[in-house]
């Protein structure tokens, strides 16, 4: 029936050229797969990792190969490897590691046109599924020049990190399998029927280096206006802020060793990106997201007993240091250069002799115990960890000068040489594993915490809001006990943490952010409705993401200054409050309710918090004539692309292309000398060429 | 690679009108002409169709409307080209003969005809097939919705009979109405009918298989008949065509 309705439209196209749809052959001749992941380029000062496809795509017959018998048959299947020019290989994805890849880079070595990975069902996943380093983050750490490499995350293949010459896609919706498969079977049963064949598009503007890279960029065609950018710094905002009370407005001096920074990452990547899917980083860095903002509201709760003592808490995000750890370079540079903190420059400024500690939140899954790594051994309070150690059983301390796991607080360490401040990482890592199966990858989705994500609802209790909980209220405890001095009991709502769940892992469009921003903020969060903070790499502000708003906006509401919640101020009052203070922003929000502890409720809240962001490039991009090649700083850029598509189609038998131009061949060259032979031979006047 | 597949039904659609217009075209730049006019004349009668296709909303589905009045209006665009020629002849008549003749402007009428069938050819051809062509330049082929792979090869052929045979029949339309008498009638109304007999047959193909056979063999057929209706209408026979062979 189809080709016949097919042969009816087309003749139709000799008659009348217009039809009631779209229909062209084109349609009928291929099968895009629009929802399928891939993998792009990316630069760094000495190298390029990813997978690049040619301009026009990569096509070539598809074989699939599900297990290791069929992997060892088709390798040996000589006959069918030299008919074909290029192979497009469709692979389980359980097979997708260095063994398999580098046997088949190999053996068919130029013919190897394309790779794409396929998962059966979201029962069937891998149990291990990571691509990066087995000690990640080990080209700028803490540890260049040690000997012990510990290799935490034992199971990575480190296949993010090398360079492809062809490109890589994966399909992981179930019905998109199934069609595959159905095709794949009609018409790979013998070889001399036609056999299918796939095309793969992905291809990068980038290539080479960092430094060739922008070089390029700044190429302009003095003709052409426009100027063509090849990649981007990858980096996006550092975002910081504290309680209100106390600011240190010059000529105050600041006290030394007065600041405590509790960090934590808010970005994370994946090998195989899709726009609008599940990026993954639920265990890293999402729940230490979670855990740290749910933090900043106890400490925002109790914040007239930190007014009590003279040290400052200041809660930072880092974003970038999923690769090389370009925040915390980025935190450090700014600090060392007085840039810290950033805004106002009547704010003294913050440096290496001020601080006190740091506290890190990285890796937390839902564990029974917890870790505290800690160095150096010469700095840490042996009466904070008591205390700590005391608050929450949970919490097993590590040996001193052990390794660190990868965490940022590493750059902080390695850029005062370990000489001016102890670091204390709270993580799920103990002392030489990462328990997380996939660790940077996309498969790191709420499943993995045991959420049912579809029936997760804005209030849900779910075990690891109970977990947190548990983990926050002591915390907290801990702090107020060793900087104040006073045992408390702390508690914060349930169903705050339960509304941070939500909004983080399921709908970043939620109530929460609604009451924590004024209207025209909350419209930019509606194009990203139904979707979850996004954990990958940023290349702001090139990216558009949603998650710097939202922590900027969640965070310097939960450590607002809470003597304005009793406060019934207008719009206009909050206005005005706001020309007198140049160190506080001021906005007027409807309120978010289980964090407002007041009897009356007013209609509208004015919100002074303490809020500053910078922008979180690696200062390999900042700094004047650095040349891009050294090794000092990290420097990660990611391509830009264009079109990126997966098309399924026949590929002609040789024997039918080469009969088809044989006969036009053939048909041209009869024709030709039938004519010719006419007007020579022939005195008929029409093939003259004398008359008109 | 189905580039080749792409130049092999290129040059099967084209190699015969290349060759002819390499041969019979090329050096006579009033068929040149007469080639283009006719071939915008076509293009004319295309827009003329697609207004009634697009007036009538309700029919736009039904390809079997839209058809025979597609062929309706080609028929009459080839009626007015010829009014157009003779007004032209008349003119060309006026002036000097012998000026004309001597810069090799001579008036064959059959000559005409010729070229301008062939560009209504030309041009009702690559409308056919030039879509097709720019979707084969892809990497794949039909095939996976279970379509015959031949369908490239079956277009091009069929593309190469709608030129040769637009060809004669603008040779028969064209003598015909210059003999005058009943082939005024005769004439014009065979190409008219094997017109509508050949895109007709593809509405009639919706319910046979394997289909591409069948339209080639009844184009080919059809074009035979021309060939040898316009041989005859010429007044051809066994003692002339030994003549100008030597």
Not at chain 1, 376 to 393: A, E, G, V
Not at chain 1, 420 to 448: A, E, G, K, R
Not at chain 1, 532 to 558: A, D, E, Q, R
Request: proline content about 4%; some cysteine.
């Amino acid at each position: 029936m189809h080709s016949l309705f097919l042969l009816v439209y087309l003749f139709l196209q000799i008659f009348v050229v217009f039809c009631s749809q779209p229909k062209r052959v084109v349609d009928r001749m291929y099968i895009s797969f629009d929802r399928a992941r891939y993998c792009v380029r990316r630069l760094n000062g000495t190298h390029e990792i990813g997978c690049q496809s040619s301009i026009r795509g990569n096509s070539g017959r598809m074989y699939m190969i599900d297990n290791d018998q069929e992997f060892h048959i088709y390798l040996t299947d000589k006959k069918l490897i030299d008919s074909f020019n290029s192979f497009i290989i469709v692979l389980n994805v359980n097979l997708f590691n260095t063994y398999y890849i580098d046997y088949l880079m190999k053996h068919l070595d130029k013919k190897l046109n394309g790779l794409l990975l396929y998962l059966k069902s979201n029962l069937s996943r891998p149990l291990d599924f990571s691509h990066d380093d087995q000690c990640p983050n080990n080209r700028n750490s803490f540890y260049l020049n040690q000997t012990e490499k510990i290799n935490w995350n034992s199971k990575g293949t480190s296949l993010f990190f090398r360079s492809f010459p062809f490109p890589i896609m994966l399909i992981d919706e179930e019905d998109d399998y199934k069609r595959l498969i159905e095709f794949y079977r009609q018409f790979n049963n013998s070889q001399s029927s036609p056999a299918c064949g796939l095309e793969l598009k992905a291809f990068q503007n980038a290539a080479h280096t960092t430094k060739t890279c922008m070089t390029r960029n700044d190429i302009s065609h003095s003709l052409i206006d426009l100027q063509e950018i090849f990649c981007d710094p990858i980096g996006g905002l550092n975002i910081y802020s504290k309680l209100p009370q106390s600011i240190k407005i010059k000529p105050d001096q600041r006290s030394l060793k007065s600041v405590i920074l509790i960090l934590v990452t808010t970005d994370s990547f994946q090998m195989f990106l899709k726009p609008k899917g599940s990026t993954g980083g639920v265990q890293q860095p999402a729940t230490a997201l979670i855990t740290f903002l749910t933090l900043a509201h106890l400490i925002g709760q109790e914040q007239d007993e930190f007014k009590k003592q003279n040290k400052e808490i200041i809660f930072v995000t880092l974003d970038g240091d999923a690769l090389d750890y370009s925040a915390s370079f980025k935190f450090m540079f700014d600090m060392i250069n007085g840039y810290f903190p950033i805004g106002n420059k009547n704010e003294q400024p913050i440096k290496i002799e001020h601080i006190h500690s740091i506290i890190e939140f990285q890796s937390l899954s839902m564990t029974n115990e917890l870790w505290l790594h800690t160095h150096p051994s010469s700095l840490i309070n042996q009466t904070f960890i008591d205390i700590l150690l005391r608050n929450n059983p949970m919490i097993n301390l590590i040996r001193p000068n052990s390794p660190l796991p990868p965490a940022s607080s590493q750059i902080f360490l390695r850029q005062t040489l370990s000489l001016s401040f102890p670091v204390y990482i709270l993580s799920s890592t103990n002392q030489n594993q990462l328990l997380n199966h996939y660790y940077h990858s996309f498969f790191d989705d709420p499943s993995t915490l045991s959420i049912n994500i579809s029936t997760l609802e804005y209030n849900t209790t779910t075990e690891i809001s109970l977990w947190i909980k548990r983990i926050v209220e002591p915390f907290a405890q801990t702090l107020i006990e060793s900087l104040v001095g006073i045992k408390k009991n702390v508690i914060i709502k349930q169903e705050i943490i339960n509304n941070l769940v939500y909004c983080i892992l399921k709908n970043i469009n939620c109530p929460l952010i609604h009451n924590v921003t004024n209207q025209s903020v909350g419209n930019t969060f509606k194009p990203f409705d139904q979707t979850s903070m996004p954990f990958s790499i940023n290349t702001y502000p090139i990216s558009t993401t949603p998650t710097f708003p939202f922590i900027k906006y969640v965070l310097g509401y939960f450590l607002r200054d809470r003597s304005y919640d009793i406060q019934n101020l207008t719009k206009i009052s909050c206005k005005e409050h706001a020309y007198n203070d140049s160190f506080c922003s001021y906005t007027f929000v409807d309120g978010y309710a289980p964090s407002i502890i007041n009897e009356k409720s007013f209609s509208g809240y004015c919100v002074r918090s303490y809020l500053r962001f910078v922008q979180s490039i690696s200062p390999a991009f900042i700094i004047e004539n650095y040349d891009l090649s050294q090794t000092t700083y990290p420097a990660w850029t990611e391509s830009r692309w264009t079109t990126i598509s997966l098309r399924l189609f026949i590929i002609p038998t040789r024997t039918h292309e080469i009969v088809t131009l044989i006969i036009g061949i053939l048909l041209t060259f009869i024709s030709f000398c039938i004519l010719f032979f006419l007007r020579y031979y022939t005195k008929i006047s029409l093939f003259q060429p004398s008359s008109s | 690679m189905t580039i080749m597949e792409c130049a092999g039904c290129t040059l099967i659609a084209y190699g015969v009108p290349f060759s002819m217009f390499v041969f019979t075209i090329a050096h006579h730049p009033f068929r040149v002409i007469i080639s283009m006019t006719s071939a915008f004349f076509w293009l004319l009668s295309l827009l003329l169709s697609s207004f009634l296709w697009f007036a009538v909303v309700p029919l736009r589905t039904q390809l079997a409307f839209a058809v025979p009045f597609a062929v309706i209006f080609q028929e009459i665009f080839r009626f007015l080209f010829y009014r157009l020629i003779k007004k032209a002849e008349f003119a060309l008549q006026r002036v000097q003969m012998q000026e004309l003749t001597d810069k090799g402007m001579v008036f064959d009428r059959f000559a005409v005809a010729y070229a301008s069938g062939y560009g209504f050819g030309l041009i009702s051809g690559t409308f056919a097939i030039v879509n097709v062509l720019s979707d084969m330049t892809g990497p794949g082929t039909l095939g996976i919705f279970g379509h015959s792979q031949d369908f490239f090869i079956a277009t091009a052929f069929l593309t190469l009979c709608v030129i040769l045979l637009n060809t004669f029949w603008g040779v028969i339309f064209f003598t015909s109405l210059d003999k005058g008498g009943i082939h005024r009638f005769i004439g014009p109304g065979t190409v008219v009918l094997t017109h509508m007999l050949f895109s007709c047959i593809t509405l009639v193909n919706r319910t046979l298989t394997p289909m591409y056979t069948i339209s080639l063999i009844v184009g080919y057929a059809i074009l035979l008949g021309m060939i040898i209706y316009t041989v005859v209408l010429r007044g051809f026979n066994l003692n002339n065509i030994r003549q100008r062979i030597n």
